[in-house]
């Protein structure tokens, strides 16, 4: 096995080079799989009531922000234009 850093021949079963000391071998870690319980119908029903609440409050939140946005550009443009004018 050759090492990928400075290109010196190591042994197949070397964890590192013998010349730089880089691992040899990368650790492959598998992914860790996590279990979420389903919820009964009742539960999912719920939880669905209280995504359309949420997600209602989240438009106006937006739009409201949108409009502030608007504000600013405008306040800024007013500005320059009365600066530019003198």
């Not at 070397?14 to 691992?23: D, I, L, Q, T």
């Not at 989240?58 to 007013?78: E, P, Q, V």
């Amino acid at each position: 096995m050759y090492c990928r850093k400075c290109g010196e021949k190591n042994p197949e079963n070397a964890v590192y080079c013998k010349n730089c000391g880089v691992r040899l071998k990368e650790e492959v870690k598998k992914p860790e799989v996590i279990e979420t319980p389903v919820p009964n119908n009742q539960n999912n029903q719920q939880s669905t009531n209280q995504r359309t609440t949420a997600t209602t409050g989240t438009s106006n939140s937006s739009d409201s922000d949108w409009i502030s946005c608007c504000l600013c550009l405008i306040a800024i443009f007013i500005i320059f234009a009365i600066v530019g004018s003198f």
